[in-house]
């Protein structure tokens, strides 16, 4: 479950979802599932998440072309 932004500079609580950006990410993990992270407003302004080479979750500049990220 998602309770606050991904960025781990920012402290801000996940509320609801009209709120930031919410990614969607398809499991690591053998089961067929999905993984959910946050951005704050503030935080998508000028992040965005992307699944990295070494395949965890990793913060880049929104600016950047899409890495292997499933969904946004």
């Excluded at 704050?40 to 950047?64: F, H, P, T, W, Y």
């Amino acid at each position: 479950m998602v309770s606050k932004c991904a960025n781990p500079n920012c402290s801000a609580e996940f509320m609801y979802f009209g709120d930031g950006k919410l990614f969607e990410f398809e499991s690591t993990s053998s089961r067929a599932t999905r993984d959910f992270h946050w951005l704050c407003n503030e935080c998508a302004e000028s992040l965005k998440l992307q699944r990295g080479e070494d395949g965890g979750i990793e913060l880049a500049e929104a600016n950047q072309p899409n890495g292997s990220q499933f969904a946004a």
